[in-house]
């Protein structure tokens, strides 16, 4: 798995440039990359912190020295939870997210007064209490001795084709309906983080821009160009224009929404398409002449974010030479 | 993630009496568990050997004590790969797949003679040759000085509502068609390998089948008290009769065929559906009064070759405790 690092580069200040135009908060979500070298990068380019699904990701990257850190995510205090995000929290920054009074109130017990974010669902309807609710719960967790920092949301129904625009709509309805003086307003998916007018937003969270992947491109928000990481298959099997190339679901990921044309795509042959994966078979049909036994093709996979959590190891290339490794340190941190 | 070391053990020796049985020789397929300990049971109960998908797996299983390995994938012998292949088969009995004369020259070539089995494609249509020009390869490959052991094939074309009996019946004539008199005729899938009348294989090659998982339940092959591996996972919110536990794709994995219901089912409450799944987020739809915030929810993943992937290490329990813990030492060894 091959990382070009002039390609993420430009990814990174891209991003942090369009932030900072904006005059938002960029804190990016470290679960994409899972690595220390390049969350020091995203820092250095000005990322006020990082964001983390989980309390051993924000562990990992306050070992490796990052101290602001925001879980997004409305983790429940098991006692050994507990005990973790009391350790945490008394050596960095920390926010985690609530969405009900249930986890305002177990945390409160079970760790203490935490800052806190107010999760709101914009429409994705995942996790995250309804916008009118987030004032009640805001003065439900204040009560409890938690700092209430702000509101938080999601637009995860940007990932299909044509509904960015809507989705950044409702994530600044949703917003605004929630509490448009909140002390912070984040928001902000790779596809909707870029958008001229974020509204009521004063901080985004986008993961996939480091590296993007083949679902950014067929929704149009990038192109091959901006595809960082790529893995590279050797074709083991030939019928007609179908091959088989040796990188399967254990290094691709399975992702593939219902918008997908394949299971990743190749950055180099924009004809050709994954049509079937399996655990280490890859069968892509070219639109001419496929490439020989033996060849070597590059895929972008779907969704990067599940790609990277498969490997121990990045390959760090420049101008098609290797210039680096980077371990995935975070690999495999679900808890 | 946790394995019921009591039907761990049942599912492997109701499989190995299976196979003694019928008189086939069972060669289970170790991509499914990656794992030393579960490799040495299978040898106990009477499996011949290993097969294996990649060089990188038959390495790390030689190295735990396995003496006798089938690399099941047509193998492009990249120079670094043929060095690997050479240095293996000095120290194990190994065997390897191929599927075209380019492979059979490449490997004489680079590795040198070597055991082969030539693979047959019976109706998956991913790599192998037709039956019918089974013949040509094997006679072509012993003149390039490999051993050819017999042929192989994978009917993968099973994983389908009502298609197993086809696929074993295809399996069956795929292998008569190539060549009934080869010294190995193996196939063998989870979902085909325990038919009563296997027609013309001797070996057989299920994965899936030491742990099970929710594809095989909704498949009808085998019940949710044979799903020895689960993920345990926390109710974090809820919604009506909807919650979010805190397992997602990057430890269930994204795995999802067209048959399957859901992504992934709950084996203590079967009339539960995961209608959504993201990378740290089940949303689980309950068909009565779902389970409270904190509470503790099994899993069975859809596909649990892919999860197993996604771990370093496997809680083994029994009579609900733990009772050891087991390296996934294979996880992510995808060349």
């Known amino acids: 798995m091959a990382v070009d690092v002039d390609v993420l580069e430009r990814n990174l200040a891209g991003m942090a440039a369009s932030a900072a135009d904006r005059g938002l908060t ?10 220390l070298e390049i969350a020091r990068r995203q820092i250095r380019h000005g990322a006020a912190g990082l964001t983390v699904a989980t309390v051993r990701e924000a562990e990992i990257f306050a070992d490796g020295g990052v101290g602001d850190l925001f879980i997004a995510y409305p983790i429940w205090p098991s006692p050994e939870r507990a005990r ?8 960095v920054a920390l926010r985690v997210g609530i969405d009900s009074l249930e986890s305002a109130e177990a945390l409160a017990r079970a760790v203490g007064p935490l800052d806190v974010l107010v999760e709101v669902d914009s429409g994705h309807h995942r996790s995250g209490v309804r ?28 990932y299909g084709p044509g509904l960015r625009d809507q989705a950044a709509l409702d994530e600044a309805r949703a917003l605004v309906d929630a509490d448009p003086h909140a002390e912070v307003r984040s928001g902000g998916s790779t596809p909707t983080a870029e958008l001229a ?19 950014q491109v067929e929704l149009g928000i990038r192109d091959f160009g901006d595809v960082a990481l790529t893995v590279a298959a050797t074709v083991v099997s030939r019928t007609g224009n179908r091959v088989i190339a040796d990188a399967g679901s254990k290094v691709l990921g399975a ?14 042959v924009p004809g050709a398409r994954i049509v079937a994966l399996s655990e ?7 639109p001419d002449e496929p490439p020989a036994r033996g060849d070597v093709v590059r895929i972008a996979p779907n969704h990067v974010c599940t790609t990277v959590n498969l490997v ?14 980077w371990r995935v340190a975070a690999r495999g941190a679900n808890s």
């Open 26 to 35: 960029l804190r990016p979500h470290a679960k994409t990359h899972k690595t």
């Open 312 to 325: 121990d190891e990045l390959v760090v290339v420049s101008g098609g030479a290797q210039v680096d490794s």
């Open 255 to 268: 992702d593939r929404l219902a918008f997908a044309t394949g299971f990743g795509r190749l950055p180099d």
């Open 84 to 91: 973790r995000l009391r350790e945490l929290a008394g050596r």
């Open 197 to 215: 007018d974020l509204g009521p937003l004063n901080e985004i969270r986008p993961g996939v821009y480091v590296f993007n992947d083949a679902q």
């Open 280 to 286: 280490h078979h890859a069968t892509i049909e070219f």
């Open 131 to 158: 916008p009118a609710d987030a004032e009640a719960l805001t003065a439900a967790a204040e009560k409890l001795g938690h700092r209430v920092r702000g509101i938080f949301t999601f637009p995860g129904h940007s």
